[in-house]
């Protein structure tokens, strides 16, 4: 069997690597020790991918949310639900969409290869009827329902309102009750052929297992079939945002505020690893638990516990957000930026930038203690054409010369707000 | 392709004037780990201070006085953790604080990381900035209002507040109705000293259990255990366990009327099945049978075939003996799930569970008892929760009585449960119809142990 091993010493971890002449990759990290082991079987295909052109050259544009209905209705099989499946054999299945990607795993102890097995049968044989289509809308209307309510989901998406004006990644990842109401057998179908290819997906094992009869298992049930990867189509979206503020109320108990910047800069690969890892220096040294301004706003009273900022970008988008609850958003806006601009003014001071590199290294090791983690995050870099274990390298090679030179390109840009006040 | 398991234990190390100390070692991990536990009777009097301690004593000590000293301080020791938390465990209220750093192997210094961080962690619970026998009283009221906002925010989440409402209305009267960070109006009651005071009986004479996780060898261990003597401890409280035992005179109903759209049903039981009793696990596997999983009773039913919910699930509260079924739905579908939900609580007692759903249970149960041992947190929880429901079972012997648990021990169980409140948030029809979001992860909450 011809497969690569890579050792990453320093992380003190082995990665095993596979391809499969469908042009489907399998990874695999062992985690020796670990009772949990975990499969993964995911496709490079989103909520975000509502347009994209067929093999045949056709223009598809489907209805919002069916990437994740498609995902609902996979469990479904001739012969039952998958989950009953899993169930027998004590494993827990489960499945997510995100902007950009569908992915259906499943965590076990005992029968790995069976329940492997399954894994990929499942995904490969879709059986979708119209009937069980129209039973599916009422349990994703309850989903949609739900995050109506929550004010969490709310915040975030009326932030991604704000800043585009064109690309999808400002849709609901469900829909909504009108767009899955369009949602039938063909459509789902003709999206499942066009993005469960093999050269379009990828199997992510973690956990004590042999690499030998992980990909003697792959090999033998792949199966190959028409069409590589289908080409997406997302809209022009201008550098501009679509608004600054939005503002929506909510049962709360005090105002919840949400600012992002919207990223122009398209990478992929290692240079969008770096980008990323940068973004998360710069938002840790401006309002990170060690920096002035946190600090400050926290002794004010006008922020909280529930601070939190994040970096997400990838190879159709990219943004990066912060908030939390605060009795008076704007105020807090000010400041923060306020805080922002002086920092473009003056740059990362160097041992800040060395102090919080080191701690976001620390933080990576640590994702090594997961299967789980480890194996999203190995899927996730792959499918921006890049490995997750080259963080490693990132942080090695980044320095304060070129995440200052980001910092000055993106942080001069308007940021948006959205707020969430008590009704 | 499968390989031994290892066995997770507990190591006791050393018991002293009401702490103890264990030490959980496995080289799997690429972090070491310290919990300590302070343990009280969840008692209104003391319920909020409990709460705000461990916020108060993160804001600063004596070597960092300040907070942003403090995560500076951690920012340097390679992203280590200190942080600090309150909860209850039936009638037990925790004050709980952790350390956790990644191990010295993996850092460019080798410095002994444990060492730095465990003093670190010592020097917040033993030496806080203190004066005049009080907080720093800035930071002391900065700390309640954040206190008073976190109590207040419950209401955000309206699944998790419609299930702590139920828990209130079916305990009113009871000291589990105090939630975890007690009241707002009690917070809204403390002074710097008082709270100091309460801090001072914390750390004097509550029990303690200590646990050490990870790879750590016996000086550091040993080291690690001598910082405790530095407060004379006295006086040890006990904490003792609620009576399980209840019967229901009349089904309670509890409507609240909120501005939501979706409804949240929460049905409320009493088990009358305290955790050290051997039907103990029966319960467990009574629970995994009706709503524990997706192959349980209410998923299949209420969603899968009825499809009026995306969440229909059981949990129990292990320590106070309770049982609670949680469901999102549709106002006009409320009946209709309800006489779904009793149908299965109804099929449970009257033995109409099959071979197939008791074996998944089993195994499922299984897989989540070995899937523990790798989570350093999980199996601290898991050691600390032993201790509390004076079970002596490590996880081989109880997994082995969960094996055992037969459908008749199910069905005896089943006998023995009670409904007690049902609770309904209710859209009040005022919240404007908007465009719908969701999450990206199709996971219904998990059941609880």
């Avoid at chain 1, 200052?404 to 840009?413: E, Y």
């Avoid at chain 2, 897989?367 to 079970?391: N, P, R």
């Avoid at chain 2, 996880?395 to 007690?420: C, H, N, P, W």
Wanted: glycine share 6%; proline share 4%.
């Amino acid at each position: 069997m011809d497969y690569k091993t890579i050792n990453y010493d320093r992380l003190g971890e082995t990665l095993y690597e596979y391809d499969h002449p469908t042009g489907l990759k399998a990874f695999l990290i062992r985690k020796p020790g670990y009772n949990k082991k975990t499969a993964l079987f995911a496709a490079d295909y989103g909520s975000i991918d509502n347009v994209f052109k067929k093999s045949d050259g056709q223009v598809m544009n489907v209805p919002d949310g069916i990437a994740h209905f498609l995902e609902h209705k996979l469990f479904e099989q001739e012969d039952g639900n998958m989950l009953d499946k899993f169930s027998k054999l004590g494993s827990s299945p489960n499945a997510f969409t995100s902007f950009n990607q569908t992915a259906y795993y499943f965590s076990c102890t005992d029968l790995f290869e069976e329940n492997f097995r399954m894994l990929l049968d499942y995904v490969q044989n879709p059986w979708i009827t119209d009937e069980n289509v129209e039973k599916e809308k009422g349990i994703i209307g309850q989903e949609i329902r739900m995050y109506e309510d929550s004010p969490d989901w709310r915040i975030f998406f009326n932030l991604l309102d704000c800043l585009y004006v064109n690309h999808p990644v400002k849709l609901d990842i469900a829909g909504t009750l009108d767009s899955i109401a369009r949602i039938n057998k063909e459509l789902l179908y003709e999206c499942y052929n066009a993005f469960y290819t093999p050269g379009n997906m990828v199997v992510v094992v973690s956990g004590d297992v042999e690499p030998e009869p992980v990909f003697t298992i792959v090999d033998n049930m792949i199966k190959s079939r028409e069409g590589g990867r289908p080409e997406k189509r997302y809209p022009d979206e201008p550098e501009t945002l679509n608004m600054e503020y939005k503002e929506q109320k909510l049962r709360v108990s005090m105002p919840l505020f949400n600012m992002g910047i919207k990223d122009p800069v398209r990478l992929s690969g290692y240079e969008l690893l770096k980008r990323r890892t940068a973004l998360g220096i710069i938002l840790a040294s401006i309002m990170g638990r060690s920096s002035e301004l946190f600090n400050r706003l926290y002794y004010d009273g006008l922020i909280n516990d529930s601070f939190r900022f994040d970096v997400s970008a990838d190879q159709s988008y990219g943004f990066v957000n912060w908030g939390g609850q605060s009795s008076d958003p704007e105020k807090v806006s000010r400041e923060i930026r306020r805080e922002i601009d002086a920092t473009v003014e003056r740059g990362i001071d160097p041992a800040v930038f060395d102090r919080i590199k080191r701690s976001h290294e620390g933080v990576f090791v640590r994702t090594f203690n997961s299967p789980d983690i480890i194996a999203r995050e190995v899927m996730d870099a792959y499918f921006n054409r890049t490995s997750y274990f080259d963080l490693s390298r990132v942080f090695e090679e980044l320095d304060i010369d070129y995440t200052n030179g980001v910092l000055r390109d993106l942080f001069v840009r308007t940021p948006a707000l959205s707020v969430i006040n008590p009704v | 392709m499968e390989s031994g398991t290892v066995k997770t234990t507990a190591e006791k190390l050393a018991e002293k004037d009401g702490i103890t100390f264990y030490r959980i070692n496995s080289e799997k991990f690429k972090t070491n780990r310290v919990d300590i536990f302070f343990l009280d009777r969840l008692e209104r009097q003391r319920a909020s201070a409990n709460a705000i301690i461990p916020s108060v004593l993160k804001r600063g000590c004596s070597k960092f006085e300040t907070q942003r000293e403090l995560e500076a301080r951690l920012e340097e020791l390679y992203g280590a953790v200190v942080d600090g938390g309150c909860s209850k465990k039936g009638e037990t209220q925790i004050v709980s604080f952790h350390m956790s750093h990644i191990a010295d192997s993996y850092t460019s210094s080798r410095d002994n990381l444990f060492d730095q961080c465990s003093e670190l962690l010592m020097c917040i619970l033993q030496n806080p900035v203190a004066e005049d026998n009080g907080f720093k009283v800035p930071v002391f009221r900065q700390e309640r209002d954040n206190l008073v906002d976190y109590i207040r925010s419950r209401i955000n989440d309206k699944m998790r507040f419609s299930f702590l409402r139920c828990i209130e209305e079916m305990c009113s009267g009871e000291a589990f109705a105090i939630p975890d960070e007690g009241y707002e109006e009690d917070a809204l009651l403390l002074t710097p000293q008082k709270t100091f005071a309460i801090y001072r009986e914390m750390v004097e004479s509550y029990p303690c259990y200590v646990y050490m996780s990870g790879s750590i060898d016996d000086g550091s261990a040993q080291r690690f255990i001598e910082q405790f003597s530095q407060v004379a401890r006295a006086g040890i409280r006990k904490v003792e366990f609620p009576d399980v035992a209840k019967t229901v005179k009349e089904v309670r109903r509890v409507d609240e009327s909120m501005n939501v759209n979706q409804g949240k049903l929460c049905m409320g039981f009493r088990t009358n099945v305290s955790p050290s009793s051997p039907d103990y696990y029966p319960l467990v596997v009574y629970n995994g049978i009706l709503g524990g999983d997706v192959h349980s009773k209410l998923f299949q039913n209420v969603r899968e075939k009825a499809s009026l919910a995306y969440y229909a699930q059981s949990v129990l509260e292990k320590y106070k003996g309770l049982m609670v079924i949680m469901s999102g739905i549709e106002q006009e579908n409320r009946d209709k799930a309800e006489k779904i939900i009793l149908r299965q609580f109804e099929d449970m007692r009257e033995g109409n569970i099959t071979r197939e759903e008791i074996d998944a249970t089993k195994k499922s149960l299984r897989t989540g008892i070995k899937t523990m041992q790798d989570s350093q947190g999980a199996i601290v929880d898991f050691f600390l929760s032993q201790h509390l429901s004076q079970d002596g079972e490590d996880f081989e012997s109880m997994a082995e009585k969960l094996e055992a648990v037969t459908i008749d021990d199910v069905v005896r169980v089943a006998g023995k449960i009670q409904l007690d409140t049902i609770y309904f948030l209710k859209p009040d029809g005022t919240q404007p119809q908007e465009d719908p979001q969701a999450e990206l992860l199709d996971e219904p909450m998990e059941g609880g142990f």
